[in-house]
């Protein structure tokens, strides 16, 4: 898939070479082929951090544009519907913009065969902007040479013809994340089966299989963020091995979840009352996470409750 991805994107990154190294303002301009998923970019442009506003009309961009700097990146989307739109005009109007040294702007041209955007076209039952009362094909055609302009000046060209929804956000992550502001959220949680799941984790580890500090009278009313539990738990002969195997698949699934465009995500550690075993082996955990260069946030959810007031029941894991 990824190779499909790369023979499609037919310019790559823009130079940067001559952007100053502080812009007031970064702006990506976004159009394209109706159909080709200008729609779909943006949405993910706005989960990358940029603020995306879609078929502004041309007048107003001046104003848009030309305001106040602002270190927040701004994705803006325009195609043959955009009130005021003449592509001619917007090049000419694009270089005096990019005069302004406080400016970064960069043009997106998302772009798609003509039979895959009539397939589109007919399996949505949308009419074509520009086709009226003739069939879609001449829509599309009148549109492309209304758009030839652009496409030929535009500085990334990514053809979405042989494009799933998926592979089009992909490449826009992989095209534009380094500028994004937001980085995905780790969490690492501790929690008591005993005061039910944690319904937003999306990794969850049973840690029951180790030996209950609970039923240890020195350590009843300690937790996994005392030395003494943490001690008890090493002493586990299954702890060490286990703890490995796990590290291992998070720093391998941690970064695929990133790359597929994750938000957040949250990993949680279980055990019956939630305030040693499960604690202790977050914490634990979130500190190797560190080390593997993520920033995760640590949160106990019943570490507050008293050990009396937990369901331990009779001495079972």
Same mark, same amino acid.
């Given at each position: 898939?990824?190779?499909? &991805?790369?023979?499609?994107?037919?310019?790559?990154?823009?130079?940067?070479?001559?952007?100053?190294?502080?812009?007031?303002?970064?702006?990506?301009?976004?159009?394209?082929?109706?159909?080709?998923?200008?729609?779909?970019?943006?949405?993910?442009?706005?989960?990358?951090?940029?603020?995306?506003?879609?078929?502004?009309?041309?007048?107003?961009?001046?104003?848009?544009?030309?305001?106040?700097?602002?270190?927040?990146?701004?994705?803006?989307?325009?195609?043959?519907?955009?009130?005021?739109?003449?592509?001619?005009?917007?090049?000419?109007?694009?270089?005096?913009?990019?005069?302004?040294?406080?400016?970064?702007?960069?043009?997106?041209?998302?772009?798609?065969?003509?039979?895959?955007?009539?397939?589109?076209?007919?399996?949505?039952?949308?009419?074509?902007?520009?086709?009226?009362?003739?069939?879609?094909?001449?829509?599309?055609?009148?549109?492309?040479?209304?758009?030839?302009?652009?496409? &030929?000046?535009?500085?990334?060209?990514?053809?979405?013809?042989?494009?799933?929804?998926?592979?089009?956000?992909?490449?826009?992550?992989?095209?534009?994340?380094?500028?994004?502001?937001?980085?995905?959220?780790?969490?690492?949680? $501790?929690?008591?089966?005993?005061?039910?799941?944690?319904?937003?984790?999306?990794?969850?580890?049973?840690?029951?299989?180790?030996?209950?500090?609970?039923?240890?009278? $020195?350590?009843?009313?300690?937790?996994?963020?005392?030395?003494?539990?943490?001690?008890?738990?090493?002493?586990?002969?299954?702890?060490? $091995?286990?703890?490995?195997?796990?590290?291992?698949?998070?720093?391998?699934?941690?970064?695929?979840?990133?790359?597929?465009?994750?938000?957040?995500?949250?990993?949680?550690?279980?055990?019956?009352?939630?305030?040693?075993?499960?604690?202790?082996?977050?914490?634990?955990?979130?500190?190797?996470?560190?080390?593997?260069?993520?920033?995760?946030?640590?949160?106990?959810?019943?570490?507050?409750?008293?050990?009396?007031?937990?369901?331990?029941?009779?001495?079972?894991?």
């Amino acid at each position: 898939m990824a190779d499909k &991805r790369a023979n499609r994107v037919v310019m790559g990154e823009p130079d940067q070479s001559s952007e100053p190294a502080k812009p007031q303002s970064r702006i990506l301009l976004v159009t394209g082929m109706l159909g080709a998923g200008k729609t779909t970019a943006l949405r993910e442009l706005e989960d990358l951090g940029w603020e995306s506003i879609d078929n502004f009309p041309i007048r107003l961009l001046d104003r848009l544009v030309g305001g106040d700097g602002n270190d927040h990146p701004l994705a803006i989307g325009f195609d043959c519907r955009t009130r005021g739109f003449v592509p001619a005009e917007i090049i000419e109007q694009v270089k005096r913009w990019v005069e302004d040294d406080g400016l970064a702007i960069t043009t997106l041209f998302l772009d798609c065969a003509g039979h895959e955007l009539e397939r589109r076209f007919n399996e949505t039952r949308r009419r074509h902007f520009l086709a009226g009362d003739l069939p879609v094909s001449s829509g599309i055609a009148a549109e492309r040479e209304l758009l030839a302009p652009l496409r &030929r000046w535009a500085d990334v060209l990514i053809d979405t013809t042989d494009f799933s929804t998926n592979d089009l956000k992909q490449t826009i992550r992989e095209q534009f994340r380094q500028t994004a502001p937001q980085q995905m959220t780790v969490t690492v949680s $501790s929690f008591g089966f005993s005061r039910g799941k944690p319904p937003t984790a999306d990794l969850v580890f049973d840690m029951r299989y180790l030996d209950n500090p609970h039923w240890e009278e $020195s350590l009843r009313e300690q937790t996994g963020l005392d030395a003494p539990v943490g001690e008890f738990i090493e002493r586990s002969a299954v702890f060490a $091995s286990t703890f490995d195997k796990i590290r291992a698949l998070l720093l391998e699934l941690l970064p695929r979840y990133a790359e597929q465009g994750k938000a957040y995500v949250n990993i949680a550690f279980g055990c019956t009352g939630g305030r040693h075993r499960s604690v202790y082996t977050a914490e634990k955990m979130a500190q190797v996470l560190r080390e593997g260069g993520f920033s995760p946030t640590v949160l106990h959810r019943n570490l507050g409750s008293r050990a009396e007031d937990l369901v331990e029941g009779t001495q079972q894991p």
